[in-house]
């Protein structure tokens, strides 16, 4: 069986590549030729196509013989609104016309979304998939419109959409900064009440991936995948703290304050042409309480269950920090 995996040299990318090879899968990676190196794929055995999703030629080269495409690569910041629905948007609607035109047999066409395409829920019951989606931010949109877009395609191609909600693990930078606030003594922590979250170890999520693509049942389908239980993000950070030896001081930042904090880093990662880890955008998602998501279905359909549990996944993660020099 063969595979083709974009997205391979990022947090998400990287371990599905790894766990396809596990499994004893044929792996391609479409790999963008201005980045040097292969990143966290070094020492692993592929078949590299130099490329981009947004450049046809590339694609049909990395997709032609594929028995499974698994569509990560996207961006979750960007400088401009334009550049988000560019890789997210259009870059999906390449690798799709692509797939349809030069490997219309493909066994399975894999999405990898987002919660953010959904939106939070509104309520305190966790989002399911029969929930109408309501992003709140320009990603999320992006993210809804490319699933819309794949889904367009399932009467020619078997399609499945995949929502992870936010996954944490060992190689991820966005997480990271939460680990290495409460390292430093200083945890700044957004007013308003508590904040609910869905969350789910990257090794979890890539094997629930795998299992999607070669279940018949998930042809035409989306699905959440995530922990079962639903957190309280403080309680998650006063855990992380456990862990790692630390007392925090939490310093309360009121929402207007993050607000002028995000305005100000859009302004300059705009003069510097730099996608900031903070900007309005992400504004938007911070301050809303509840991230959170049900997966049964995936559990019911797919058999998929978690094997990481939040304890163990930090500590792990914190661990490989530690040993890269990141902590």
């Not at 590339?58 to 028995?67: I, K, L, P, Q, R």
Request: charged fraction near 25%.
């Amino acid at each position: 069986m063969r595979a083709l995996v974009t997205g391979a040299r990022g947090f998400i990318g990287s371990f599905l590549v790894e766990q396809l090879l596990q499994r004893g899968y044929e792996v391609t990676c479409l790999l963008r030729p201005k980045k040097t190196g292969r990143g966290w794929l070094t020492g692993l055995d592929f078949r590299e196509v130099a490329g981009d999703i947004t450049a046809p030629a590339s694609v049909a080269e990395a997709v032609a013989d594929a028995d499974l495409v698994f569509h990560v690569a996207g961006l979750t910041k960007a400088v401009t609104r334009r550049e988000l629905y560019r890789a997210n948007v259009e870059g999906t609607r390449t690798v799709l016309e692509t797939t349809l035109r030069f490997n219309p047999g493909v066994r399975r066409f894999v999405l990898v979304s987002s919660l953010a395409a959904a939106g939070p829920s509104r309520t305190e019951r966790p989002l399911t998939e029969a929930d109408p989606p309501q992003p709140i931010s320009h990603y999320g949109r992006s993210k809804l419109e490319a699933e819309r877009l794949t889904l367009q395609y399932a009467r020619e191609l078997p399609v499945t959409i995949i929502r992870p909600p936010a996954v944490y693990g060992p190689r991820d930078r966005d997480v990271f900064s939460v680990f290495k606030y409460i390292k430093s003594g200083w945890l700044p922590t957004l007013t308003g009440g508590p904040r609910y979250v869905s969350l789910i170890h990257v090794h979890d999520l890539v094997r629930g991936i795998v299992l999607a693509a070669e279940s018949e049942a998930a042809a035409g389908q989306t699905y959440f995948l995530a922990n079962p239980p639903t957190y309280v993000w403080h309680e998650v950070e006063d855990q992380l703290a456990e862990i790692l030896g630390a007392v925090p001081r939490r310093i309360p930042v009121p929402v207007a304050l993050a607000f002028v904090t995000a305005l100000t880093s859009e302004v300059f990662g705009r003069l510097t042409r730099r996608a900031m880890l903070i900007n309005l955008d992400k504004f938007r998602e911070l301050v809303a309480t509840r991230w959170i998501c049900d997966s049964s279905r995936a559990q019911k359909e797919l058999g998929f269950t978690t094997e990481v549990d939040l304890a163990e996944g930090l500590k792990s993660t914190a661990a490989w920090y530690a040993e890269q020099g990141w902590l």
